[in-house]
């Protein structure tokens, strides 16, 4: 593989860009405040996005790390305070 490999499915950002490469995902994550960059989260998947541009990881791998990564951005973003009041009936 190559820094120019493509991922089956496309990532959304948050920034509105598409990521369709490893390339795109690096170029992505380098622009991140640094205590982003650091988090366990992004180390992670940029380990698995250099494991697969060197051929010794793989691609998938690296995506779904991107996704994880993406996933806490999100509910930093998002977070849940309360349950759904469709599940509060349900819980009792």
Do not use: C
Not at 26 to 43: C, M, T, V
């Amino acid at each position: 593989m190559s820094w120019d490999s493509e991922f089956a499915e496309p990532i959304h950002l948050p920034n509105n860009a598409v990521a369709t490469t490893l390339r795109q995902v690096i170029g992505y994550i380098s622009k991140l405040p640094d205590a982003e960059q650091n988090s366990q989260e992004w180390q992670k998947a940029r380990k698995h996005i250099l494991q697969a541009a060197d051929q010794i990881g793989s691609i998938w791998f690296a995506r779904i790390s991107v996704m994880q990564a993406l996933q806490r951005d999100a509910a930093k973003l998002y977070p849940v305070s309360e349950p759904a009041a469709f599940l509060q009936g349900s819980l009792k």
